[in-house]
């Protein structure tokens, strides 16, 4: 069996045979004008109907967005919210756990089983001396409620063990440039410094968390740790960023959302209980 396609003409008859080519195009063209193709992002079109909602868009880079303000209100509320929501808690600590397990443990391959076992005691030692694993667990805990975690490679003289190396954790607040937020300085934002490709120079760690009760007194002291001695774990993903905000930044509303409707649930239930005896 065979198809014919028939063409038809702008007044939608059919064209005869006969018709010639420059009619044949010019009657195509008519027709194809008459539904142009419109190709176009709706997200990037602008309407009324969801003003409201892009109202809060930016085109900020990856440190002005993460700001110290934003920062800093971000992690008192995610704070606030795995302190008071149990699903919050218990998926923070089930993910720092499945991070971190037991803790890191050396296993030496070289062809002498005495010096790997050595090496492997004194490993676990050390580990044990410093808590390494408790130490590790809590910042993997921190990254996620806080978007970021700190600690400084020392040098504790107190440790009993022959290694003296030791790390020392502070929070986020308190690597933070001295008297306040720097502007107009390439290379320097709160609390980090960085050179002309990202990476990251040094850090300044005040000597007492500004929350703490010794903040007016050693608050206008600071110190400059180099980046070698910092580990400073937060996710990346933004290229040029340099510090972190809390995971579920995207979800703290609905933790606060779930907990009105529950309680609101409730009440519900007790009035009309109460009604009903009546």
């Keep these: 069996m065979t198809t014919v396609t028939t063409i038809l003409g702008a007044n939608g008859k059919p064209l005869r045979a006969t018709t010639p080519r420059a009619q044949l195009q010019s009657a195509f063209s008519q027709r194809s004008a008459r539904k142009p193709i419109e190709a176009r992002y ?17 085109a900020l880079d990856a440190d002005s967005a993460n700001s110290k303000g934003v920062r800093v209100t971000l992690m008192k509320r995610s704070r606030y919210e795995t302190a008071n929501n149990g699903y919050v808690d218990g998926i923070i600590q089930t993910l720092a756990t499945d991070i971190i397990n037991v803790g890191p443990k050396l296993r030496l391959r070289t062809g002498n089983k005495n010096f790997n076992q050595a090496v492997e005691t004194v490993w676990a030692q050390w580990s044990k001396e410093i808590l390494l694993r408790r130490k ?7 990254k996620i409620q806080d978007g970021e975690s700190f600690g400084i490679i020392k ?15 502070v929070e986020p607040e308190q690597v933070s440039t ?18 002309e490709f990202g990476n990251v120079e040094s850090y300044e760690v005040l000597k007492a968390h500004p929350g703490s009760q010794f903040a007016g007194i050693l608050n206008y002291q600071s110190e400059d740790v180099p980046a070698r001695f910092m580990l400073h774990w937060f996710l990346l993903r933004r290229p040029g960023q340099h510090r972190g905000v809390p995971e579920f930044r995207s979800t ?7 907990r ?8 519900a239930a007790e009035t009309a209980a109460d009604i009903s005896v009546w």
């Design 260 to 267: 009105r409707w529950r309680e609101a649930t409730v009440a």
């Design 252 to 258: 703290l509303q609905v933790g606060a959302s779930s």
């Design 136 to 142: 590790l667990w809590c910042m993997a805990h921190a």
């Design 155 to 169: 040098t504790n003289n107190k440790l009993r063990h022959k290694v003296k190396l030791d790390i020392m954790l």
């Design 42 to 58: 709706d997200a990037a079109s602008s309407s009324t109907e969801f003003a409201n909602y892009w109202a809060a868009a930016d």
């Design 178 to 195: 001295l008297y306040g937020a720097i502007y107009n300085q390439p290379g320097h934002i709160d609390g980090i410094k960085f050179d």
